[in-house]
């Protein structure tokens, strides 16, 4: 066989091997109609090469235009896909002149049909046999150009421009590999359609034509930009897959709960954690409408409100909701969402993480409920200490009615009865009967085990209360006990059992303090006053004072400086003021003894919302 | 004690129970006077000039009942006091009757308590008035004496013989006779030993 003919063999069986391979890529994949072109292209340059082959042994001048014309129309499609595979694919390329050259070809190639010997010449004068430097004959034509050339040579002139142009924004668009790739197939067309063609046609250069081989460098070019789409393609959707592995593992194991619902709210992921929290099987609830089931049916409308707002693109900051498991236990979550889209940019769902706070609301219950309950303990405790006042406190009245009740007895027995004496004496056995009544009822409050109960206290008579209940053992005790009340009401926001236990126990403490000293320094002061959002109580004594270690260590836990002391009053009475959003510490006086602080919320500033309505 | 003239004196902070103890002591017909404060009944000026007792509480804010015991004492003003109190403890109560406290009382009182402990210090307190009477008679009989019959008086009393009187005092001894009668006669004693008696009560001397 010879060279020639092995060599176009050669290049039309690499061009449609090329093209094969697009067309099965097109078939893969429709939507992609770069594919089309490119194996339209390849075509193209195979059907080229055959054609030339065919020049090359042409015989006579009316089949060698036939063949010519035939030739001019696989130049066409091939330039015609080329520009628009260049416009589709990098998309940087001007539309117009795409558009330009499709129009000036489409003509020119109407015209290469209507002239007999093609658009290249308007008449070929003779077929001359020519030979290779190896020896070989091929035939090449001579005869006059056609003028109409002229259109085709301006169309690949454009074509230049385009292609440098698209290719070079390409360039700096940052796909340089793919733009050099095709730049230099178009350059090397350039140069064979665009100066060796002519050189033949005008009998310059004695060689068969050879565009097909620039064809096939632009096909080859083509192709290498394809294939190395395809393969980043290829390399991202493994990544992808391994991506997507790792963040499934992540959210398999994860200690939150995931949950995923499509756009219809129905569960379409839903981690092992949360089937574990919620006591379901992974079939019992995919596919399921998670609302439904899982959220109590009385938020259920505002959940659906939010589930439609949030794949409508609405904003919902993290927030937190009660969630039903399978046998219906509530669990306590907070939710972070997140919208998924589809690959098509529509919104394809949510994807919901949850923290369970049921064990930490859990344990904030356990540790208020345990605190309340020591707080009632301590309280019982320090009852003991209250004996011997609250003996004092009942038996006076318990005295003045007896010595009444007597009285009156004698009264009646007079004659005549004296009885406006009786009169004013049952008036005070009423009177009397009422203030042992208060004594036992606060007695009664002081060990009651009530859960708190927050209103406003006022804390005058909060302090007076408690200066009474310790009278008797102030008395004894022969120490004086002032409250110095500011001349507006001091309302704060409390619990009135836990407050006097505090201040019982500070009041106690204060006595403890003084009760050896001489008698001008037997004396504490229970000062109320504002400072700005805060009530402070104040009780200060004129005692030895405090070590100052003393003064934080006095509030932990079993510090005791008293005898069978069980060290906890002060402990249970600062984290009383705690929850009440107040602060409790000691401080040393500048001339002698201690004063322990306490603040507490004003009332009704607690919450400004409150203050407003 | 109905109708003597007498007085019972309340001291007790509590007013409710100050004023049932008035009451009831007002109603078993004692004349009672009664005070907030030991302060209040020191200022008063209630000396016991007439026969009284105090009823008098333990516990009080400032001066209490022991305090008041005490200041009393120092003053010596003679007045019998019972004490009444809430929470009362041995301690307290033998440092009470060691100061002379009639009865420490325990709150609530019986009437029947009350009244028989007012009734003792009433009686002692009435006691205590007569014999200061009776002292104070015989000493201004002993200041009616002369000095010559305050001389014969002292040796007397002494034991000694008219004769012995007569020597020591360089007379006769119907001279001593008739001082000794008229001694006799103003010390209002029927005998010897009742003379001796009134001397010695009055812690006679010789000189006045």
Redesign the interface.
């Known amino acids: 066989m010879s060279p020639l003919t092995i060599a176009w063999s050669m290049c039309a069986a690499a061009s449609a091997m090329m093209g094969l391979s697009h067309v099965l890529l097109w078939f893969k994949e429709r939507r992609r109609s770069v594919y089309l072109l490119s194996s339209v292209m390849a075509f193209s340059a195979a059907a080229s090469a055959l054609l030339e082959l065919a020049l090359m042994r042409a015989d006579d001048t009316a089949r060698y235009g036939t063949l010519l014309q035939w030739e001019n129309l696989t130049i066409y499609l091939l330039i015609i896909s080329m520009v628009w595979f260049v416009y589709l694919h990098f998309g940087t390329a001007r539309r117009w002149l795409a558009v330009a050259i499709t129009v000036l070809w489409t003509i020119a190639i109407g015209i290469n049909f209507t002239s007999p010997m093609s658009l290249v010449y308007s008449e070929i004068t003779e077929l001359r046999m020519m030979k290779t430097f190896w020896g070989e004959t091929f035939t090449l034509a001579i005869g006059e150009p056609n003028p109409w050339k002229a259109l085709a040579d301006a169309a690949s002139l454009l074509i230049l421009v385009y292609a440098l142009d698209g290719s070079f924004r390409a360039w700096r668009g940052g796909t340089r590999e793919e733009a050099a790739a095709v730049g230099g197939g178009i350059v090397v067309f350039i140069l064979l359609a665009g100066a060796h063609t002519p050189l033949v046609d005008a009998g310059v250069v004695a060689t068969p034509y050879m565009i097909s081989f620039g064809f096939l460098a632009i096909v080859f070019g083509m192709t290498y930009v394809l294939v190395s789409r395809a393969f980043s393609a290829s390399r991202y959707a493994r990544q992808v897959q391994a991506d997507e592995k790792r963040w499934r593992l992540l959210l398999e194991n994860v200690q939150l709960l995931v949950v995923g619902l499509d756009r219809g709210g129905l569960v379409n992921y839903v981690n092992p954690h949360a089937l574990r929290l919620l006591g379901y099987e992974r079939g019992d609830i995919l596919g399921r409408p998670w609302i439904d089931i899982a959220v109590p049916q009385a938020e259920r409308p505002a959940a659906w409100d939010t589930f439609r707002n949030l794949l409508q693109g609405g904003n919902l900051p993290s927030f937190e909701n009660t969630v039903l498991g399978k046998t219906g236990e509530a669990l306590h979550v907070r939710w972070s969402q997140v919208l998924l889209y589809d690959v098509d940019g529509a919104s394809g769902g949510t994807l919901s993480i949850g923290e369970d706070l049921t064990p930490r609301i859990r344990a904030e219950h356990e540790a208020r409920r345990e605190r309340d309950a020591l707080a009632h303990v301590t309280r019982v405790s320090a009852m003991g200490e209250l004996v ?1 006042s609250l ?2 406190e009942l ?10 009740a ?2 009156a007895q ?2 009646l027995a ?1 004659d005549p009865p ?1 009885l406006g ?1 009786v009169r ?2 049952l008036h ?1 056995l009423v ?2 009967n009422q ?1 042992a009544s208060d004594v036992i009822r606060r007695l009664r409050a002081l060990l009651t085990k009530e859960p708190p109960a927050f209103a406003a206290v006022d804390l005058c008579r909060l302090a007076r209360d408690v200066s009474q209940l310790l009278r ?1 053992d102030s ?2 005790r ?1 120490i ?1 006990v002032a409250v110095e009340c500011p001349s507006e009401p001091a309302l704060a926001h409390g619990d009135t059992i836990q407050l006097q236990q505090v201040l019982l126990n500070l009041l106690l403490n204060a006595f403890d303090a003084v009760a050896h000293l001489p008698a001008d320094r037997r004396r504490i002061t229970v000062g109320i006053s504002r400072r700005r959002d805060a009530w402070e109580i104040s009780v200060r004594d004129q005692g030895i004072g405090l070590a100052p270690d003393g003064l934080t260590e006095v509030f932990e836990p079993f510090f005791s400086t008293k005898r069978g002391g069980m060290g906890m009053g002060l402990s249970i009475a600062r984290s009383i003021v705690e929850s009440h959003d107040g602060r409790l510490w000691a401080e040393n006086n500048s001339d002698r003894g201690a004063t322990f602080c306490l603040t507490l919320p004003v009332f009704g500033a607690l919450d400004p919302r409150e203050a407003a309505a | 004690m109905n109708g003597d003239q007498h007085q019972v004196f309340l001291v007790d902070d509590d007013e409710s129970v100050r004023q049932a103890l008035t009451r009831l002591l007002r109603a078993s017909g004692h004349r009672v006077q009664a005070f907030a404060s030991a302060r209040e009944f020191l200022e008063s000026g209630a000396d016991g000039s007439i026969p009284a007792c105090l009823l008098l509480d333990v516990s009080m804010p400032g001066l209490d009942g022991l305090d008041l015991q005490r200041e009393l004492q120092a003053r010596d003003v003679a007045l019998p006091v019972v004490f009444i109190t809430g929470h009362g403890d041995i301690p307290m109560s033998v440092k009470a009757m060691k100061a002379g406290a009639v009865n420490f009382l325990a709150k609530p009182v019986r009437d029947s308590e009350l009244l028989a402990a007012i009734d003792e210090a009433l009686a002692r307190s009435m006691r205590e008035h007569a014999e200061r009477r009776e002292l104070d008679e015989l000493r201004r009989r002993a200041d009616t004496l002369t000095p010559r019959e305050r001389e014969v008086m002292a040796r007397v009393v002494a034991g000694r013989l008219n004769k012995q009187i007569a020597d020591d005092l360089g007379t006769s001894e119907k001279t001593v006779k008739v001082h000794r009668g008229r001694v006799m006669a103003k010390m209002k004693a029927g005998s010897l030993a009742q003379l001796v008696r009134a001397a010695e009560r009055i812690g006679f001397t010789e000189k006045p």
């Open positions: 011997a003996a004092h038996n006076q009245p318990l005295t003045a009615m007896l010595s009444n007597q009285a004698r009264f007079t004296e004496e004013d004496i005070d009177k009397d203030r008797g008395m004894i022969k004086d």
